[in-house]
Nanobody
Framework: QVQLAESGGGLVQPGGSLRLSCVAS????????MGWYRQAPGELRELVAT???????KYADSVKGRFTISRDNDKNTVYLQMYSLKPEDTAVYYC???????????????????WGQGTQVTVSS
C-alpha cells in the first residue's frame, strides 16, 4: 500500500508564488517517474510536469519557465515550485508517482500508478 501526501496549496494573488510538496510512503521498493497534474472545473486533467529518478524534467508549454519540478529520492518527495502565477493556473493539483512496491515487481512489471488526494490552488485578486 502506497500513500501520497500533498501540502502547500492555497490562495495567492496573480504574480505570486507557491511551493507544493508531495511525500510518498508505504510499501516502496523504488519510485520511477513522479509528476504533477491539474484539473480545472469542467476541464480534463492535464499534465503539468514530470521528473525522472535521474532528474530529467518535462513541462507543459503553459507553465514552462514559470514552474520548476524537483525531487528528493532519499525522502521520497517531489516538489513543484510555482512562480508568476496566473488566474488560469487555478486548479486542483494532483501528485502522481509510479511505484514498484517490492523487488519482484521491480524485476517483472511496469510501475504502479498512485495519486495524491489533490490540493487546491487558487490565483485571484
Amino acid at each position: 500500500q502506497v500513500q501520497l501526501a500533498e501540502s502547500g496549496g492555497g490562495l495567492v494573488q496573480p504574480g505570486g508564488s507557491l511551493r507544493l510538496s508531495c511525500v510518498a510512503s508505504g510499501s516502496i521498493y523504488q519510485i520511477n517517474l513522479m509528476g504533477w497534474y491539474r484539473q480545472a472545473p469542467g476541464e480534463l486533467r492535464e499534465l503539468v510536469a514530470t521528473i525522472s529518478p535521474g532528474g530529467t524534467t518535462k513541462y507543459a508549454d503553459s507553465v514552462k519557465g514559470r514552474f520548476t519540478i524537483s525531487r528528493d529520492n532519499d525522502k521520497n518527495t517531489v516538489y513543484l515550485q510555482m512562480y508568476s502565477l496566473k488566474p488560469e493556473d487555478t486548479a486542483v493539483y494532483y501528485c502522481n508517482a509510479g511505484v514498484w512496491p517490492d523487488r519482484d515487481s521491480f524485476r517483472s512489471t511496469d510501475p504502479f500508478d498512485f495519486w495524491g488526494q489533490g490540493t487546491q490552488v487558487t490565483v485571484s485578486s
